[in-house]
């Protein structure tokens, strides 16, 4: 997936970014927390951000780049505006929820992980969303669609496009 | 900032508002025993984590204090030493409902012993168990009783400030939280002086990021120094030496629940619940193939079956009981004939699976319990934090293991394999995630052998669950509407008009599309 990071329309956001470090970078253990806001701010972790993050800081590079990358909320690329999680726990895995991913998948054209081209949609996958109650469950976003069969998708994914 | 004898006035002029309000909405048991939500599915369930959750409005501290909330802390603060404290936790027996059972007076004893200029009071709300939701009703819906559990916690070993570690996908959960810090702060039962007492005691958030390891314990501590979630050697106790090297205890959101009540009513109220070596209730997430999904809190040593059947309503859609999962990751699959073993930490062991989060999935006779293994395998692999090799690595080569016998190629020797990879990987694993990782194989193969051997020797999934195996038939139902020969993807489907048609078993890639579009359903699979 092909983007750039633009710091002109994202000037706000860098220097919300900027206050936020100089309040919690000599608070113990204030890494992830940095990284959780810089994802808030700009729906993903741009490289440009993480530089400024280990300048201000002092955190080399490497090390919030291995802390990035064993989480696996935090991104590198850009997540669409609706997120798609779908619940592959194990109360929505026996309840079918293998096949509600397949057909979302289908429906997108995207694979889990990944964010369509129009940055509309990502598919997330989600290991329980707590909603076990209500299997097989997928979020898009804050909507919670509870005991969802495949022949909803399509009419439910059309109010968001 | 509330002074003490305001507790009482809150808690009067609140209860009466409280118990008005239920007695119009309906649903409630309201008698001198307390509020109890009512109907058949709580019939059986003894709530005490649960006391307040769907009773109280869970923004307002004050329905809190209505259900004799904080009381139990004041009376501490008042009236008790640190010792007095430790040793009502150990005389009621409480263990960790986390997952390992670990008595938590005698850890809080172990914290207190080591003197400090900081401690640490970690709450571990990352519920990780894929299918255990009762840590998150707690947090949305009673936020104030692990609150207050944590102060009562820093009070006893020491220490004035608190985390709670909340897992990301949480965010009611945390939205909640955030709001219940800020109003006890306000009323003055967190923060500086506490009830007026010289005891400090402040509450810090930190979100998790997705990482299923950072619920063990020295992962998550790893994790809030901000470093990657990975467990520690165990040299030291973290009540010895854990966050920032500092003695630290680390205790679930469902156990915390339970503390406060246990000191409002009591050591022998509660060990009269429970068995002897497991005092108390545990919290079910009863879900899966169950009439009624939902947590239920029932008194440890309840039979499984009282659970399943009494309290779930049972299977539903007409199938079968074939097995129950507990313990998510870490635990087994438990067959029908053990069903009357009661639920506590060391009859659950006894059978080889464990207590562990609480996790109840209910599986029927289409689920193939191969595949469950297989699933569960899936996710440790993903979950492995890489630290280890046997973990790393074993679980790696077990997942391969179990997709080619779930494709069909499996050998009977790789059953063997499996067994000895087994026994590696539990044996020789730095943390509870591969001690623990082999359980649903191992308890499989214990209870369902019969399934693996059908999948090597016989090529079948007796389920009707594993795609490779299946095979499509299309049946003198057929009306030869050409339906299938169209939908089919791998155009494997031949026939004329009307006559009937046929699948080429060698092309056909078993998709189910055919029979999905089939008006006569004319397609069969087995
Ligand atoms: C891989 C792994 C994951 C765990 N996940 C959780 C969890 O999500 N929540 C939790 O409370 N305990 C979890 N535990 C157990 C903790 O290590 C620890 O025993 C527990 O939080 C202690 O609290 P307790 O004594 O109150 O149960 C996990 C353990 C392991 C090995
Ligand atoms: S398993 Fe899907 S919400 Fe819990």
Redesign the interface.
């Known amino acids: 997936m092909e983007f750039v990071f633009d710091r002109e329309n994202n000037k706000e956001g860098i220097e919300d970014l900027e206050i936020f470090i100089e309040d919690n970078k000599d608070k113990?253990?204030?890494?992830?927390?940095i990284?959780?806001k810089t994802q808030e701010i700009f729906g993903y972790l741009p490289l440009e951000m993480l530089q400024l993050i280990s300048r201000r800081t002092g955190t080399p590079l490497s090390e919030i780049y291995?802390?990035a990358t064993?989480?696996?909320?935090?991104s590198f690329i850009p997540i669409g505006e609706y997120k798609v999680s779908v619940c592959?726990?194990?109360?929505c895995?026996?309840?079918g929820a293998q096949g509600i991913l397949e057909e979302i998948e289908k429906e997108l054209d995207i694979k889990h992980g990944g964010t369509t081209p129009d940055l509309k949609f990502s598919i997330i996958e989600?290991?329980?969303?707590?909603?076990?109650?209500?299997?097989p469950v997928f979020t898009i976003n804050?909507d919670v669609y509870p005991h969802v069969k495949k022949e909803d998708i399509k009419e439910i994914l059309a109010k968001y496009r | 900032m509330l002074v003490m004898d305001m507790l009482d006035e809150i808690k009067d002029k609140n209860r009466k508002q409280l118990e008005e309000r239920l007695t119009q909405k309906g649903g409630y048991i309201i008698d001198e025993d307390g509020i109890k939500l009512d109907g058949d599915y709580f019939k059986k369930q003894v709530r005490i984590a649960l006391k307040n959750c769907d009773i109280i409005d869970p923004t307002n501290i004050e329905e809190y204090i209505a259900m004799d909330g904080y009381f139990s802390l004041k009376n501490i603060l008042n009236n008790m030493s640190q010792q007095e404290v430790i040793d009502i936790m150990k005389q009621s027996g409480l263990r960790g409902r986390g997952g390992a059972g670990f008595p938590t007076g005698r850890k809080w004893e172990t914290a207190l012993q080591y003197s400090s200029d900081k401690k640490y009071v970690i709450c571990n709300a990352d519920e990780g168990d894929p299918g255990a939701f009762m840590d998150r009703s707690i947090l949305e819906k009673d936020p104030h009783s692990v609150l207050e559990a944590m102060a009562i916690a820093g009070f006893a070993i020491g220490s004035d400030q608190g985390f709670i570690y909340v897992r990301a996908e949480y965010p009611v959960a945390v939205k909640r939280l955030k709001a219940a810090i800020a109003q006890a702060k306000e009323y003055g039962v967190l923060g500086e002086n506490i009830f007026g007492t010289n005891f400090n005691f402040d509450i810090e958030l930190r979100l998790g990021a997705g990482a299923f390891v950072c619920g063990e314990g020295t992962a998550l501590i790893e994790s809030i120094e901000g470093k990657r979630g990975m467990p520690r050697t165990k040299i030291y106790r973290t009540a010895h030496r854990g966050l920032w090297q500092k003695p630290t205890i680390i205790n679930n959101v469902e156990t915390l629940a339970n503390i406060p009540v246990i000191f409002q009513k009591g050591v022998d109220w509660f060990t009269k619940i429970g068995t002897e070596k497991s005092p108390g209730t545990k919290v079910f997430a009863l879900v899966g193939k169950i009439e009624t999904a939902g947590l239920v809190e029932v008194p440890m040593g309840m039979p499984l079956h009282e659970i399943i059947y009494d309290i779930g309503g049972g299977v539903p859609d007409g199938k079968s009981f074939k097995a129950v999962q507990t313990g998510g990751p870490s635990g087994g699959c438990i067959p029908e004939n053990l069903l009357d073993t009661p639920v506590d930490f060391e009859s659950l062991a006894k059978i080889g699976s464990i207590m562990g989060s609480g996790g109840m999935v209910v599986m029927d006779n289409t689920d193939c319990m191969v595949d469950i293994a297989k699933f569960f395998l899936d996710f440790t692999v993903d979950e492995s934090c890489g630290k280890c090799v046997p973990c790393r690595e074993g679980t790696k080569r077990m997942l391969e293991l179990l997709e080619k016998i779930t494709s069909g190629n499996g050998k009977k020797e790789d059953i063997d394999t499996m067994e000895r990879l087994a026994v590696t990987i539990s044996s020789a694993s730095l943390c509870g995630l591969g001690q623990t990782a082999a359980n649903p194989v191992v308890s499989t193969l214990r209870y369902f052998r019969d399934e693996y051997e059908a999948h090597v020797m016989d090529k079948k999934c007796p389920a009707g669950s594993c795609q490779s195996l299946l095979q499509y038939f299309i049946t003198d139902k057929c009306i030869g509407c050409t339906k299938c020969a169209k939908v089919c993807p791998v155009h494997c489907i031949s026939g004329k008009v009307k006559q009937l048609h046929v699948i080429d078993q060698d092309i056909c890639i078993k998709c189910g599309a055919c029979q999905e579009t089939c008006p006569v359903n004319a397609i069969t699979r087995s």
């Open positions: 113990l253990g204030a890494l992830m927390p990284m959780q291995g802390v064993f989480y696996s909320q935090f592959l726990g194990t109360a895995y026996v309840k989600a290991r329980c969303l707590g909603d076990c109650g209500l299997a804050d």
